[in-house]
């Protein structure tokens, strides 16, 4: 096991260690009773006479021991194992919640719901089969110290049987994780395929070739590599074991031969031997068959290893629920020189943002316009906070966003994103929401479709553009003092659309908003207080209250 396995097996149990402690000496008392035991039937077997009530007292003592101890440690390690399994799923969630936007754009969907989904149950299973492993190795401990106790030439034997044994899945430990690792690659790739088929089912329904490529090439051939890849190392795993187990079988018959041969070696030595060998097999077959399941920890530890590295945050105060520190009122968002780039991607150059110098006053609505692929939305990210600027800084009333308060600073703000996500409850922590949230259906014109039930949306089943509407009543209700629309009325209605850019928008300044619209709309572009126009990552003109300025 890997020094950063063990690390993270440790940080994972600390919290239980009294339980882990306890089941573990459980677990030992129960292993060393059974290798008692052994050695009082060897005891009751060869005596003259045969067995006294001592020993089937004895007998059935340690019966009664071994058997209390074994169930209460396996009852413990399975309460903390569900518990391991619970902590492990909550700290990768608040992993991911902290996560800086940009590299969990970059991770992909389909490479994290593997890690959450089958790499935490992998880990868990491991950590839960430590106490499991300690009983088994106290169980051959205890019966190699009673093989010493028979006969030194003997215990010499067994160890090399041993040591042979344990040499041989060694090796078969190495060779086989690199087939674990190619399986679990193939998982991400099968993950990848599965959300095409489910989110890309419209397009592979009409496309005939695409969905036959679909499941001859890219379904079959990833999960048949995945098979082959588990069936090579469950080969190299077994044809070990097989071999430990011929091993086992080859010395209790070398052992017989040799006292047939007329070796003289005592008869309750031999039965002695042959009952702690036969006993001894299964505990030491549990062991060597945990070694998979470490192999199978590791590739899977990597893996949440990897996520929490590229997921750690430079702002790990924002699972705090504290209110915000900053004072929330807005006289005015100020960017200065500000730049973004992102990473290099094979076979074009890297979209550079930038410089920005930009100011937007408390109660404007600004218009960012611009062709396809200026920048207009990675603009708004690095605006609302969620990716961090690369060059430059961004001031809120005069004073700088540093990381510490930008979390403080995001929530000034309610977006609806063209990918937005719909939230089906509304806003928590708003007591007025149902009459305030009925009162905005009607005025969009979806009261017919949807209520509010239970501090939610009675159904999110709509069309695209109303769907967007009921993303506004939840922007709405918010009540934060600036909203960001990117694209918002490109799904509506042009009766709709109309409605939002001469009368919503307007209104909503009236309450005292702040707008920042992302939009191809050019009619309505002079209700903007600013036009904002971009070109190639740059300003290239701004017009503020009807008078052009340079950019
Ligand atoms: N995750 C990403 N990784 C690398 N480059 C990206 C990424 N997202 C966007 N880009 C690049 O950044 C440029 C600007 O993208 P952005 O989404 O900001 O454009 P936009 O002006 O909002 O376009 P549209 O009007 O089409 O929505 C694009 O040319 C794109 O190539």
Request: aromatic residues 8%.
């Amino acid at each position: 096991m890997s020094p950063r396995l063990s690390a993270e097996v440790l940080r994972i149990l600390k919290p239980f260690w009294l339980s882990v402690a306890l089941a573990t000496l459980l677990g030992i008392v129960s292993g060393l009773s059974v290798t008692a035991l052994l050695a009082t039937m060897n005891d009751a077997l060869n005596r003259e006479g045969g067995a006294t009530a001592r020993l089937a007292l004895l007998f059935a003592g340690l019966c009664i021991l071994t058997l209390a101890c074994s169930t209460l440690s396996n009852l413990l390690t399975n309460r903390v194992g569900q518990k391991v399994i619970a902590r492990m799923r909550q700290e990768l969630a608040a992993k991911i919640l902290v996560a800086p936007i940009e590299q969990l754009e970059r991770y992909r969907a389909h490479r994290l719901i593997p890690v959450l989904l089958n790499d935490i149950g992998t880990i868990s299973g491991f950590a839960l089969s430590v106490a499991p492993m300690v009983i088994s190795l106290t169980v051959t401990l205890g019966c190699l110290s009673y093989l010493a106790l028979l006969s030194w030439h003997i215990l010499l034997l067994t160890l090399l049987t041993v040591v042979i044994g344990g040499g041989a899945q060694y090796l078969a430990h190495a060779i086989g994780l690199r087939s674990l690792q190619a399986a679990r690659d193939g998982e991400d790739e099968l993950q990848k395929h599965y959300q095409a088929i489910s989110a890309g089912a419209k397009e592979l329904r009409i496309q005939r070739e695409r969905r036959h490529t679909m499941l001859e090439r890219h379904i079959k051939g990833t999960t048949e590599s995945i098979c082959r890849a588990n069936i090579r190392a469950a080969t190299i795993f077994v044809s070990a074991e097989t071999f430990g187990s011929m091993l086992f079988f080859a010395v209790i018959g070398m052992v017989i031969a040799f006292q047939a041969l007329g070796s003289a070696t005592d008869k309750s030595v031999l039965g002695g031997f042959i009952l702690v060998m036969l006993y001894m097999k299964g505990p030491l077959e549990q062991l060597i068959t945990t070694i998979p399941s470490i192999s199978r920890a590791e590739v899977a530890f990597r893996r949440v290893a990897e996520l929490s590295q590229r997921f750690s945050s430079p702002e790990p105060h924002l699972l705090l629920s504290e209110p915000p520190a900053t004072d929330s009122t807005l006289h005015s968002i100020e960017l200065h020189r500000l730049g973004y780039d992102y990473p290099e991607v094979e076979g074009s150059s890297a979209f550079h943002l930038g410089p920005v110098d930009l100011e937007i006053r408390q109660g404007d609505i600004v218009f960012i316009v611009g062709e396809n692929g200026c920048g207009k939305t990675t603009l708004i990210k690095v605006l609302l906070g969620l990716y961090e600027p690369h060059q430059g800084e961004i001031r809120l009333n005069g004073q700088r966003v540093d990381a510490e308060h930008r979390d403080d600073y995001r929530q000034l703000f309610t977006t609806i994103f063209s990918d937005y996500y719909l939230f089906d409850d509304l806003a928590p922590g708003k007591q007025r929401l149902p009459a305030e949230a009925e009162k905005y259906l009607r005025r969009l014109d979806i009261a017919h479709k949807v209520s509010i039930r239970d501090g939610a949306f009675s159904t999110t089943d709509l069309s695209t553009g109303q769907r967007k509407r009921l993303a506004l009543i939840n922007a709405w209700l918010e009540e934060r003092p600036v909203l960001v629309f990117d694209e918002w009325a490109a799904d509506q209605d042009p009766a709709f659309r109309r409605v939002f850019y001469t009368e919503l928008l307007p209104e909503l300044k009236r309450q005292g908003k702040t707008i920042i619209v992302i939009s191809h709309d050019d009619r309505y572009f002079d209700i903007a207080d600013q036009l904002v126009h971009m070109h190639a990552g740059k300003v290239v003109s701004e017009r503020v209250a009807g008078k052009e300025v340079p950019a």
